[in-house]
């Protein structure tokens, strides 16, 4: 990796870390507005062992199934704090770890789900392939990964407001509206098992599976 891109990288978790103790408040109109009634059809119909990839502060707690066995990571120490405070409030067990998505902290095969929720539109392109691939590695062979990220809406109005957020949205979050995640699925070793607008034509959830040996 160029140092460069080392920057990028960086700068964007530095951005959680100094933001980690508002991150729900900066959040709370989108999460009260349409983020926590989307969130259990996110979740919805695993089982097993499943991993909340980049969890953050830990907004996907209540929407995770009954009886699953729950872990989560995020790059952010600060943001994992704030999550193991929310779990204890809820009286939740679910195992956290500090762990950046291209450098996961957990054996092969280890999950038979894995949910990245508002993720992968914070990673930079240069780093897209390597978290892909560690999902893969990670899940069970017959497991599943799901990803939900904005998408720019090919409605005019629509994308025109888009393009003006895009600012805010970049320099509070490190995210972006375009996300480049689609283009190293095949790299990545892994197959769409199905796509579909959760809200919308703004945001989108994609299934995806490890790819089977010929």
């Known amino acids: ?31 009260i507005g349409w983020k926590r009634a989307l969130r259990r059809r996110m979740f919805e119909g695993l089982q097993g062992a499943i991993l909340d990839a980049g969890c953050g502060t830990g907004c996907n707690f209540l929407a995770y199934p009954d009886g ?27 195992e956290l770890r500090c762990s950046d998505l291209t450098r996961l902290d957990w054996a092969d095969n280890t999950f038979d789900g894995i949910v990245a929720t508002f993720v992968f539109a914070c990673i930079e392109d240069h780093e897209q392939a390597a978290a892909l691939s560690e999902l893969r590695r990670v899940c069970n062979p017959d497991g599943e990964i799901r990803i939900v990220d904005y998408r720019l809406s090919p409605r005019p109005l629509v994308r025109a407001r888009q393009k003006l957020m895009s600012a805010w949205l970049n ?32 945001l989108k959830m994609i299934r995806l599976r490890p790819r089977k040996a010929n």
């Open 171 to 202: 320099g509070t979050f490190a995210a972006t509206y375009t996300p480049t995640t689609e283009n190293y699925f095949e790299a990545a070793g892994l197959e769409v098992i199905e796509e579909k607008y959760i809200r919308s034509d703004v």
């Open 1 to 31: 990796m160029s140092q460069s891109m080392q920057v990028e990288s960086l700068n964007a978790r530095k951005t959680y870390e100094r933001i980690a103790s508002i991150y729900d408040l900066l959040d709370a109109p989108y999460e």
């Open 68 to 94: 699953v066995k729950a872990s989560g990571c995020d790059a952010s120490a600060a943001m994992l704090e704030r999550a193991r405070a929310r779990a204890d409030k809820l009286g939740m067990i679910v």
